[in-house]
T-cell receptor
């Protein structure tokens, strides 16, 4: 597609439920990144994929968070046993080849609200 | 731990004014600094990237400066327009990854027609 696409744009769930957020990067971009932006804060890095593998998952806050990118394109961020503190906008970005070879292109985000 | 602070948190100006947004960071050992724009409900758009060896970068009406030793950067917007209204975020790369950035909380700019 023309840009990074994220679905759903909005998700409301109840505490304890499981949530999946999807990111479709720009076609041909091999690098994909997830960030989390809480209300009134700047984005925080979660995980970086190069191709199908997670090259850096040091930003994942705990083991309730997991992300996959099985075919090196679309990525899914999975959150188990959601907590109210998980409420945030989850941003996805992609870049061609890798992080040092071009700017990051961000999607519009998925706003997650945990009640 | 790197911390980034942006001042002011919000700024409202009449159209046509020149303005300056400020960013400070606690650890001067950075690889680069970026300024981003974020429109409501949208993702981030990179405006300017300054490498640690550079002093400033310019793009159109935007000029960003970097004083690494003092831990400061400014974004100067000339002849502001209502379309410039957005949140402006400053982010530093302390580790050279180019993606594990430390962001400030942003400055919400409103340019009134």
């Amino acid at each position: 597609g023309a840009g990074v696409s994220q679905t759903p744009s909005n998700k409301v769930t109840e505490k304890g439920k499981y949530v999946e957020l999807r990111c479709d990067p720009i076609s041909g971009h091999t690098a994909l990144y997830w960030y989390r932006q809480s209300l009134g804060q700047g984005p925080e890095f979660l995980i970086y994929f190069q191709g199908t593998g997670a090259a850096d998952d040091s930003g994942l806050p705990n083991d309730r968070f997991f992300a996959v990118r099985p075919e090196g394109s679309v990525s899914t961020l999975k959150i188990q046993r959601t907590e109210r503190g998980d409420s945030a906008v989850y941003l996805c970005a992609s870049s061609p080849y890798g992080p040092n070879t071009g700017e990051l292109f961000f999607g519009e985000g998925s706003r997650l609200t945990v009640l | 731990k790197q911390e980034v602070t942006q001042i002011p948190a919000a700024l409202s100006v009449p159209e046509g004014e020149n303005l300056v947004l400020n960013c400070s960071f606690t650890d001067s050992a950075i690889y680069n600094l970026q300024w981003f724009r974020q429109d409501p409900g949208k993702g981030l758009t990179s405006l300017l990237l300054i490498q640690s060896s550079q002093r400033e970068q310019t793009s159109g009406r935007l000029n960003a400066s970097l004083d690494k030793s003092s831990g400061r950067s400014t974004l100067y917007i000339a002849a502001s327009q209502p379309g410039d209204s957005a949140t402006y975020l400053c982010a530093v790369d302390s580790g050279g990854s180019n993606y594990k950035l430390t962001f400030g909380k942003g400055t919400l700019l409103t340019v009134n027609p």
